[in-house]
């Protein structure tokens, strides 16, 4: 068994291994990416620009703790992100996937009060009362894969783990009794993310490392 298989199995026993008193939540994510270094140094190799792994979708799981009588939550979450394309260059093709174990504390700072666990105010009218801004630490557990073509050299993985850091803002629906739609955009910065690539077809001096800046946007449906 592989370190990524290794790391995801661990990162999943202390997921569940934590209280499960929680709201439970689903989450749907629709992200934008740039990966600055990776597109110069394909755009380097091609005569046209092509920037790789533009776009991708995640989904995620988590658990929501409240506290009592202050509206700040704490939402630990796994999440699994995943992307697949072509590029017309000495590659036939490139995959990114990954599972990210994120800490996402919510602070509806336009109204702090919670009464006994108990929020007084889901109504879409009170929508400055349903702002949240969010903050968003993890860690990323993540497989980049190129598979050469005309160049017939075998496909080169890279398992690594890199650090995140998320910040966003949302706001809370409230559908009935206990059901709860949070549209949210934020902004992740996840550092050091590396590519290994054939020495033909990069220089020797690249390593291939690059930061991925990301926009997301994501439905939570929390029941």
């Known amino acids: ?4 298989k290794v790391s995801f199995i661990i990162l999943i026993a202390l997921f ?5 008193s929680a709201q439970f939540g689903l989450r749907v994510k629709s992200n934008i990416n740039n990966f600055p270094t990776w597109n110069r140094m394909i ?8 920037d790789v792994l533009t776009s991708n979708f995640e989904l995620g799981l ?7 009588n ?3 939550d704490i939402l630990n979450e796994i999440t ?8 017309l260059t000495n590659f036939s ?11 996402n504390t919510q602070i509806y700072a336009f109204n702090l009060h919670r009464e006994n666990g108990i929020d007084k105010t889901l109504h879409p009218r009170h929508l400055l009362d349903n702002l949240f801004f969010t903050l968003s630490p993890g860690i ?11 160049i017939l050299l075998p496909t080169l993985p890279s398992d690594q783990i890199s650090l995140k850091l998320g910040t966003g803002v949302g706001f809370d629906f409230k559908i009935g009794d206990s059901f709860i739609i949070s549209p949210c955009i934020t902004y992740n910065y996840i550092h050091n993310i590396e590519l290994l690539l054939s020495p033909v077809s990069i220089p020797p001096s690249e390593t291939g490392k690059t930061n991925l800046h990301q926009f997301q946007f994501h439905l939570r449906f929390g029941f």
């Open 1 to 4: 068994m592989n370190h990524f």
């Open 16 to 20: 569940f291994s934590s209280q499960t």
């Open 43 to 50: 755009q380097e190799s091609l005569t046209q620009e092509n």
């Open 62 to 68: 988590d658990y929501r703790f409240k506290m009592k």
């Open 70 to 72: 202050i509206r700040i």
């Open 80 to 87: 699994y992100g995943f992307r697949s394309e072509s590029i």
């Open 93 to 103: 093709g490139m995959q990114f996937s990954y599972f990210a174990f994120n800490i």
């Open 140 to 150: 990323v557990f993540h497989r980049t894969v190129v598979s050469h073509g005309l």
